[in-house]
């Protein structure tokens, strides 16, 4: 049964005090104090890049009783359904210190609330012990000095690109290795799940055919740099496009992404011309970014442990889970309730041949690649964690993947950078079939399901995962929350255009559903029996305000009334 609501597209969506604007068909976001803070255009050229990690967040003029006001509905809800705390560390910095830096000449790049600190550009070599002077500055270190580092362009860490055409339809091996494609039979395509993509950029997505469905379907909800402001995403790297499209391309007959219905931010992290600490800075900037727009799930084929200054590199004990940026910040975004999806690391022929930042974290997924035959490719980085934890956490095919490439056409790649989305797209799927489940459940049912769980290997991990085998066990978990739920359920929430309303009373019962506004005015009203499925699909909802409703659902004698949230 479908319920019909007249009225128009609208594809806003809500950030808490961040206006867009569209000029010359690119977006630009402007953040106020309450999230990241980008205070003038980025410099022609960069001289030195400092963290400043402040002392407290005293004279923050927000409160964790009205997360309202600085995070999403989107991210407020997800912590909700998860039943995580709006923490401290959720709070915006401080803007009297941010000031107080600019007063200084600084220019601030970006804010981190988690770790309540700002990285900072300037020309000046002495910065750290003027600011070590300053009473509420922890610490200062230097990220970046560009009279240290490389000119040359480096190459992103993972996606070796063969040029071969592979023929039509042979992306079906990415998901049928892993039996998702039962799930797109179902019809879960990641719908009313929001993913965010780090990477080094997105170039042609905005003209490239694989995407059309997304730009058409409003699927591409916004993008945004934290290495270059200045810079249009779309003229960077290609690589973030290609890992794009493992999830969310569709040229029928050659290419269907893992999750070609969900919603996509594209974020650039990964500055391509150098390797340094300063990305990892930037890769925390982006995941805060993506929590507070209330991204489900952070797709991450980026890794770290080499740099150009080798005074800054990482050693094998550095992957222990606690050490590194980028992976603290990785499992701090896990525990505001996103998956975390990292590639492993493509040094398995090398001397290093361990995974890489932030794939060592205990609550980030690690995707390992194999072959079409389920072999392990030689190239996929090891585990264990340097605290013995079984890493990969998990397998994908990463050898000879169908992507799209920059001259519009399928080409072959090779690398865990295209393991990882498989992963994240399938599990975007699975979450919206099974939305109670919080992400670390998400993130143990998939281990779960891979074929060596019982018997991890350093190369394997625990293997390749079986998605129909990942329904049978997270069933279980849903139909029990299910049950102590009132016996109904309504997701995506928040919604945008459409809502599903699922009922446990049997098919054939009668049902009245009901949505009301916060003042208690009734603006629909639906009599019907529940279909076989026993959803019932309400769409043409987008006319609506952003803001919180009231569902009423009456059922087989049971009266239910759920909070939902309008996106």
Not at 139 to 146: G, I, M, Q, V
Not at 208 to 219: K, P
Not at 355 to 372: K, R, T
Request: aromatic share 12%; glycine share 8%; hydrophobic share 40%.
């Amino acid at each position: 049964m479908i319920i019909k609501l007249s009225g128009s597209k609208n594809s806003r969506i809500f950030l808490p005090l961040i206006y867009i604007r569209s000029c010359c068909s690119r977006l630009f976001l402007t953040f106020s104090l309450a999230g990241f803070i980008l205070l003038s255009a980025y410099p022609q050229e960069a001289d030195y890049k400092y963290w400043i990690g402040f002392t407290d967040k005293a004279g923050t003029p927000f409160s964790i009783d009205h997360p309202e006001e600085f995070l999403s509905l989107a991210a407020v809800d997800r912590r909700q359904r998860q039943n995580i705390m709006i923490e401290e560390n959720d709070l915006p910095v401080s803007p009297a210190y941010i000031d107080s830096l600019s007063g200084m000449g600084l220019h601030v790049l970006y804010s981190s609330r988690w770790f309540n600190a700002a990285v900072v550009q300037t020309s000046d070599s002495l910065l750290c012990r003027k600011l070590m002077l300053k009473n509420f500055v922890r610490d200062a270190r230097l990220l970046f000095n560009s009279l240290l580092y490389a000119r040359d362009k480096k190459t992103v860490m993972a996606g070796e690109y063969l040029h071969e055409n592979p023929g039509y339809g042979n992306s079906i091996k990415q998901i049928s290795l892993i039996h998702g494609n039962q799930l797109h039979d179902q019809g879960y395509r990641g719908k009313g799940m929001t993913i965010a993509i780090l990477d080094g950029g997105f170039y042609g997505v905005q003209i490239l055919s694989a995407f059309d469905s997304l730009w058409a379907g409003g699927h591409i909800l916004g993008w945004k740099d934290f290495v270059n402001p200045a810079s249009d995403v779309f003229k960077e790297s290609s690589h973030g496009m290609s890992v794009l499209s493992v999830m969310g391309g569709i040229i029928p007959g050659e290419l269907i992404g893992t999750a070609p219905e969900a919603d996509f931010w594209l974020i650039r992290s990964e500055d391509t011309w150098h390797e340094t600490r300063l990305e990892e800075a930037n890769w925390l900037a982006a995941a805060e970014f993506a929590d507070s727009a209330g991204a489900d799930i952070i797709n991450s084929s980026l890794g770290y442990f080499r740099f150009d200054d080798s005074l800054q590199d990482y050693s094998y004990p550095d992957m222990d889970g606690n050490t590194t940026l980028v992976t603290k910040a990785a499992d701090l975004a896990a525990r505001k309730g996103i998956l975390v999806v990292s590639s492993a690391g493509n040094a398995g022929t090398t001397t290093w041949k361990y995974i890489n930042a932030p794939a060592d974290g205990d609550s980030v997924l690690s995707v390992g690649a194999v072959d079409s035959n389920a072999v392990i490719a030689s190239f996929s980085s090891y585990g264990p964690s340097y605290d013995l934890r079984v890493k990969p956490n998990t397998l994908a095919l990463g050898s000879r993947v169908v992507i799209w490439r920059a001259n519009d056409s399928t080409g072959i790649g090779s690398g865990t950078s295209f393991a990882a989305p498989v992963i994240s797209g399938m599990a975007a799927c699975l979450w919206q079939k099974y939305p109670l489940v919080t992400s670390y459940e998400l993130l143990q049912v998939i281990e779960q399901c891979s074929d060596r769980y019982n018997y991890p290997d350093p190369h394997y991990g625990y293997g390749l995962p079986d998605f129909l085998l990942a329904e049978s066990i997270i069933s279980g978990i849903y139909n029990e929350r299910f049950s102590a739920n009132n016996r109904v359920l309504a997701y995506p929430d928040p919604f945008t255009s459409f809502l599903n309303v699922q009922l446990s009373a049997g098919s054939g019962c009668h049902a009245v559903i009901e949505m009301y506004d916060l003042s208690g005015r009734l603006l629909m009203n639906s009599s019907q029996r529940i279909p076989v499925t026993g959803i019932v699909t309400i769409e043409g909802l987008e006319q609506l305000p952003e803001g919180f409703y009231i569902l009423c659902v009456y059922a087989d004698g049971v009266s239910t009334r759920l909070k939902i949230i309008k996106q």
